[in-house]
């Protein structure tokens, strides 16, 4: 029906373009036809996933504050928030898409510029029956070091970020997802370096957490049906963590091995457990508030144990403006056999803590200035040599205090194409650029997406 109309405008326009009726005709038939595709996604979304027959259903409250956590497209382009799962009909082809990252940066003490792809991302996702889905990001880019002098091409590298199949139809608001994701644990640690409200992710969660919550296992999920908005994730992974986190320790050339013994093979014991619950509250016409707690237990490398709390509120303005509060706490404790011993003790360990608080105010659909405050302690341990042969034979205690404070503005260009700049002004007890305890850095982020770039929503 929308292509015989879109055809018929335009023999009509062609014959007289400058009849203003017609011109008016010709944008009403474009909106129905953007509606006509709209209504036929969304009978595609209902028809693949049917409530089960005796799940008792959420009031209309509870549906309003789910999709609270949602929001537009372009809502999440610009703050960093989710976006519902995109569900193609069933037979097609896979949805592609494409999202590049790039950031420039500069270090003041090092007098260092970098122009990093930090991020070149491609999904591919589709449907493989009523009953479930799958999904593939794979990643090419390379790590963001303002201080560190980039190799050209040399530092590039592809890896496969997540592969997962997860169901789409058990009842009683249950899913289940296996293979390698970004797990629901934190609130950005599973968000994808390019939709963060800023340009990088806070120091707590990249010391702590290792960056992003990546893991390969079993997550279960589970919405009840109440008349607001919750939800309860326990996963079981081999280990939680894009990068090793601080708490592990460094060798002598401060690479990722670990300085608590390992056990040979991995139990049931020894992987990492982990537990999230999450809700929104509606505390106005549209003022929402997120809240979440999270814990994690593992025995791979010692025992790690992490806890924390995070929440964001919402306020929603007229003329599509919104002002956003959020914050996030971390703390953790890493303990075991060492690999060297530790004034003569076998045992040691490591802990840690801080977080960060934002607030950002989008103003429309274009700009969003906004603030962040970082804080993070560490106690960690780190190899010695005392005889100079290049051989570990013992351990130190190192303890470090960092405070940061970023300044950042963003422009949404178009639903597909954003600019972003930030300024950091960071201050550490150790190095944190060559020998200065001290930098103040700048960032230039570049992000394009090519198609329908969705992942998950994981409030």
């Known amino acids: 029906m929308a292509a015989t109309l879109g055809i018929s405008a335009s023999t009509s326009l062609a014959a007289s373009p400058a009849n ?36 008792p259903e959420r009031s209309k409250k509870a549906e309003a504050l789910a999709s609270a956590s949602a929001g537009a497209f372009s809502e999440r382009v610009g703050s960093g928030q989710g976006n519902p799962r995109s569900t193609p009909a069933v037979g097609i082809n896979p949805s592609i898409s494409v999202a590049i990252d790039a950031v420039g ?67 009683f608001g249950l899913q289940i997802k296996a293979g390698q994701f970004f797990a629901d644990f934190t609130r950005l640690g599973k968000v994808h370096p390019h939709d963060l409200p800023f340009v990088d992710h806070p120091p707590v969660l990249e010391q702590l957490l290792g960056g992003e919550s990546k893991g390969r296992g079993v997550e279960l999920n589970w919405v009840p049906a109440v008349p607001y908005y919750i939800k309860l994730t326990f996963g079981a992974v081999d280990g939680l963590g894009a990068e090793r986190s601080v708490l592990g320790g460094f060798d002598l050339n401060q690479g990722s091995a670990s300085v608590f013994e390992a056990p040979e093979t991995r139990g049931f014991g020894s992987l990492t457990y982990y537990g999230r619950g999450a809700s929104v509250m509606e505390l106005g016409e549209s003022v929402f508030l997120h809240m979440g707690a999270n814990l994690l237990r593992g025995r791979d490398e010692g025992t790690r144990t992490l806890w924390g709390a995070d929440a964001k509120l919402v306020w929603r303005l007229s003329g599509g403006s919104e002002a956003e509060l959020g914050g996030e706490v971390l703390s953790g404790r890493q303990s075991g056999t060492l690999t060297h011993p530790l004034d003569g003790s076998g045992t040691g360990g490591s802990q840690g803590k801080g977080g960060y608080v934002y607030v950002q105010y989008r103003i429309g659909k274009t700009w969003t200035p906004g603030l962040r405050f970082d804080f993070v ?19 130190e205690a190192t303890d470090e205090t960092l405070r940061a404070v970023s300044g950042y503005l963003g422009c949404q260009i178009s639903e597909y194409q954003r600019l972003r700049l930030q300024l950091t002004y960071a201050a550490s007890s150790q190095a944190i650029s060559g020998e200065s305890k001290r930098d103040l850095q700048a960032f230039l982020q570049w992000t394009i997406l090519l198609g329908s770039h969705q992942h998950a929503l994981t409030p």
């Open 377 to 395: 302690r560490s106690r960690t341990l780190s190899e010695t040599d005392s005889t100079g042969g290049a051989v570990a034979d013992g351990l």
């Open 20 to 55: 203003p009726d017609l011109e008016v005709l010709r944008r009403q038939i474009d909106a129905l036809r953007g509606d006509l595709e709209n209504l036929q996604q969304q009978l595609n979304q209902q028809r693949l996933a049917q409530p089960y027959a005796g799940a």
């Open 105 to 171: 940066s500069y270090s003041r003490k090092q007098d260092n510029v970098r122009l990093t792809p930090r991020d070149a991302e491609f999904v591919f996702q589709a449907n493989i029956d009523p009953f479930a889905r799958a999904y593939l990001v794979a990643n090419a880019g390379s790590e963001l070091a303002p201080a560190e002098k980039q190799g050209a091409f040399s530092e590039v590298t592809f890896g496969l970020e997540e592969a997962a199949i997860e169901t789409t139809a058990l009842p």
